[in-house]
């Protein structure tokens, strides 16, 4: 059964993990909001200000929208322009191959995820809910998209009277949150992300939200064995939709990582051995298992990356 979207709301717990986009400043509530019927604690529409300059956003069926549409460069336009539009694929069943990489993917991406019920954790880029949805009721998870369609099929498919998720339309270039408050950030394919400039607002992002002990938890393509053999080139487009992509070394992953991070750990996952599915092999759990073991885990599609001891 469909749940109501009027079910799910912005918790008022949650404005001060937000800030405003412009200088910072923490947000308030304004008077004539609407709660979620039966849930106080929670604005279904309304208005946030920022008590230093006044700036305003809007709740709008339990989705706060931080983002100013004048402000997005081109590469973030495009991109949410088309993750607007592709929206509908994300609401098409899986094929079996697609559960299975999907599978190996959040196994070892979840594992990464130890979360105790007191942890406030920061999703950036959470599309249609994958993590989220899997997520909802483990800590307060406020979760971030720059595309109000992929936010909108996460709302329908959290739970009715999901408490403790926080559903944010914001821009990692603009997007601003409350410094170290948040124990564990989460993003998937970041190398999906249009530029290295992109990639740094993540990371400073994500390093500003942390507490010293937090841990940041990522994904990226993987420049490995099978993406070489396809000539696949490190820097380039999918072929359908033209969304960016980058293929990542485990090197240079960790690189570009350490004026942010101290504590770095990269590591193959999504790893598709040859004759998985000829022998019909577990391919989830032998994925899991040569993540770690050299020449075989080079066969993976993707990094994982966990960074600790954000600098600063």
């Not at 979620?36 to 069926?61: E, K």
């Not at 109000?148 to 959290?158: G, S």
């Not at 949150?177 to 124990?183: E, G, I, L, N």
């Not at 072929?239 to 070394?249: E, L, P």
């Amino acid at each position: 059964m469909k749940p109501d979207p009027a079910s799910i709301g912005f918790p008022f717990s949650f404005i001060p993990l937000v800030r405003c986009t412009h200088d910072g400043g923490e947000l308030e509530a304004q008077p004539g909001f609407l709660a979620v019927p039966g849930d106080a604690g929670s604005i279904r529409a309304g208005r946030l200000a920022c008590v230093t300059c006044a700036a305003t956003y809007f709740i709008d069926d339990g989705i706060l929208n931080l983002i100013d549409e004048t402000r997005l460069d081109e590469g973030s336009a495009a991109e949410q322009r088309q993750r607007n539009l592709d929206c509908q694929k994300a609401k098409a069943p899986a094929t079996d191959s697609e559960r299975v990489t999907n599978d190996m993917e959040m196994t070892s991406t979840l594992a990464a995820l130890p979360i105790a019920d007191e942890d406030c954790v920061l999703e950036l880029g959470c599309g249609e809910g994958r993590y989220t949805v899997a997520l909802a009721g483990r800590g307060k998870l406020v979760a971030v998209d720059f595309s109000i369609e992929l936010l909108r099929i996460l709302r329908d498919r959290l739970p009715a009277g999901t408490r403790h998720v926080g559903l944010v339309l914001g821009d990692i270039n603009t997007l601003q949150v409350a410094p170290k408050q948040f124990r564990l950030g989460l993003s998937t394919l970041t190398s999906n992300l249009p530029s290295r400039e992109h990639r740094e607002s993540l990371y400073r992002l994500a390093r500003t939200a942390l507490a010293p002990h937090g841990r940041f938890v990522f994904s990226t393509h993987f420049h490995g064995i099978r993406q070489r053999m396809a000539g696949e080139v490190k820097s380039g487009h999918y072929r359908a939709g033209g969304i960016y992509r980058y293929h990542f070394d485990l090197r240079e992953l960790v690189e570009e990582l350490h004026p942010h991070f101290s504590r770095i750990d990269v590591h193959p996952m999504q790893i598709h051995l040859p004759l998985f599915r000829t022998l019909r092999l577990p391919a989830v759990r032998i994925s899991r298992l040569v993540e770690r073991v050299p020449i075989l885990n080079a066969f993976g599609s993707l990094l994982l990356a966990k960074a600790e001891a954000p600098r600063g």
